[in-house]
C-alpha cells in the first residue's frame, strides 16, 4: 500500500515508522526545514520538504497513486483541506486526518472528511471506560450505519439482574452480544442468566441507549 | 444588505469601509484585537461610531463566527492571511449558513484554481499580479502605477 503522510510531528513520524515497519511505502511531507532535517535523518529519502497543503508538493509526493492519505499537521484548517483535495481531486479512496481541536470535528464532517481523529476524544473515551461510575461506555459509533456497541454495568437490584437474556424486556433494535464477567467473556444465549456486576456488551440502534439504560441500571437513581 | 468579512487586514479592512460608505450593514471578525486601528484609519470617526461592528475571535469557530452575525449575513468574504482558514471557512458560510454571496481570497494560483472549479468565488491575487504583470511587459498594457 502506497501511504502519504502529512505532517512529521511526533504522530507523523510514529506513524511513518510503524507503518513502513509493516511494509508499507510511505512518503512524509513536512514544512518545517529544521523537523524535516531532523526525521530525514531516520527515514532517509521517504520524507520530502514542502507545504503540504499545495498542490505541487502533494504531486510531487505522488499522491494520484495513493491509497491512503494521513493528514496530521497541527493546524485543522490544513488537515481539513489537504483530506478534501486528496478524495475530491485525486481520487484518494481513504483518507483519515487529525483534529487537534475537537470543537472543529464539526467542519471536518461538514467537508465529507472522515474519519477525524481528535486526541481529546480518545482520552475522554478511555476515561470513561475506566472510571466505571458513568455506567454506559460507547465502545464504538457507527454513525453512518446509525448503529452503535456499549457497555454497561449490571446494578445490584437492577430489572435485569437474575433475568434470562430473552426475559430482558430489551426493545426492538438491541441485541445483548457479550456479557463479561469475572476476567472473563462469553456470547450470550437466550437462556443465560444475566448477574449484578456483570459487564454487558449490546449493539443497538442509535437513539434508544435511554431505554436499555434502564433494563441494566440501579432502580433508585442518585 | 450585511456584509460578513473575517480576517481584519489591508485587504478586509479596505472592503469593510467601502461597504459600510455605501450604506451597507458591516461586521468584521479578526482574532487580533489591535486590528480594529486599521478600520479607523483614515476615517473621520471611528468605526464603530460610524455604525460598524468588530468582533475579536478565531474564524473558525462557530462561535465567533455567529457572535459576529454570521447566520444574517448576506455576504461572506473570507479574507484571512490563511489561504486554508479562508478556503475553510468560505465552505462553512455557504453550505452551513446557505450564504449565498461568498468570496474568498487565496494567496496560492493553484488552490484558488481548483477550488473555483468546485463554485467558490476565489479571487487570487498572486494570479492577477502574475497576468498583470505580464501584458505590461509585453507592451499589451500600460499603466502609471497604484497612488494612494
Known amino acids: 500500500m502506497y501511504i502519504l503522510i502529512i505532517g512529521a510531528g511526533k504522530v507523523g513520524w510514529n506513524l511513518a515508522r510503524e507503518l513502513t515497519q509493516k511494509d508499507n511505502e510511505v512518503t512524509v511531507v513536512e514544512s518545517n526545514r529544521r523537523r524535516y532535517e531532523v526525521v530525514e535523518e531516520e527515514l532517509d529519502h521517504n520524507i520530502q520538504y514542502g507545504d503540504g497543503t499545495e498542490l505541487w508538493v502533494l504531486e510531487r509526493a505522488g499522491i494520484q497513486r495513493a491509497d491512503l492519505v494521513i493528514a496530521v499537521t497541527g493546524d485543522d484548517e490544513d488537515n481539513i483541506l489537504i483530506c478534501q483535495m486528496a ?97 472473563g467473556g462469553f456470547v450470550p444465549t437466550g437462556d443465560s442468566v444475566v448477574q449484578a456486576g456483570d459487564e454487558v456488551l449490546l449493539v443497538l440502534d442509535i437513539g434508544i441507549e435511554d431505554t436499555v439504560t434502564e433494563v441494566f441500571s440501579g432502580r433508585v437513581t442518585a | ?107 496560492d494560483p493553484g488552490r484558488a484554481k481548483w477550488y473555483s472549479e468546485q463554485g467558490l468565488q476565489t479571487v487570487c491575487p498572486t494570479q492577477t499580479a502574475i497576468e498583470l504583470l505580464e501584458a505590461a511587459v509585453r507592451g499589451q498594457i500600460r499603466f502609471e502605477g497604484v497612488s494612494g
Not at chain 1, 168 to 183: F, N
Open chain 2, 1 to 107: 444588505m450585511f456584509v460578513l468579512i473575517v480576517g481584519c487586514g489591508r485587504v478586509g479592512s479596505s472592503i469593510a469601509k467601502s461597504m459600510l460608505a455605501e450604506g451597507n450593514q458591516v461586521s468584521v471578525l479578526d482574532e487580533n484585537p489591535e486590528a480594529i486601528a486599521l478600520l479607523n484609519r483614515g476615517q473621520d470617526e471611528n468605526w464603530e461610531d460610524l455604525g460598524g461592528s468588530f468582533t475579536v475571535g478565531t474564524a473558525l469557530e462557530i462561535d465567533a463566527l455567529l457572535a459576529a452575525g454570521i447566520d444574517q449575513a448576506d455576504a461572506f468574504v473570507a479574507s484571512t492571511d490563511g489561504d486554508n482558514t479562508n478556503l475553510v471557512i468560505a465552505q462553512i458560510a455557504k453550505r452551513r449558513f446557505e450564504i449565498d454571496r461568498v468570496v474568498v481570497r487565496v494567496l
Open chain 1, 87 to 183: 478524495r475530491e481531486k485525486y481520487g484518494v479512496e481513504r483518507v483519515v486526518a487529525r483534529c487537534n481541536n475537537p470543537r472543529n470535528l464539526q467542519h471536518f464532517e461538514l467537508l465529507g472528511v472522515k474519519p477525524a481523529i481528535s486526541a481529546t476524544d480518545l482520552i475522554l473515551r478511555l476515561i470513561e471506560h475506566e472510571v466505571p461510575k458513568y455506567g454506559l461506555v460507547h465502545l464504538l459509533d457507527l454513525k453512518e450505519e446509525r448503529l452503535e456497541i456499549i457497555e454497561m454495568e449490571v446494578a445490584e437490584g437492577s430489572a435485569a439482574e437474575g433475568q434470562m437474556v430473552k426475559d430482558l424486556g430489551l426493545p426492538d433494535g438491541s441485541l445483548v452480544i457479550s456479557i463479561l464477567r469475572d476476567g
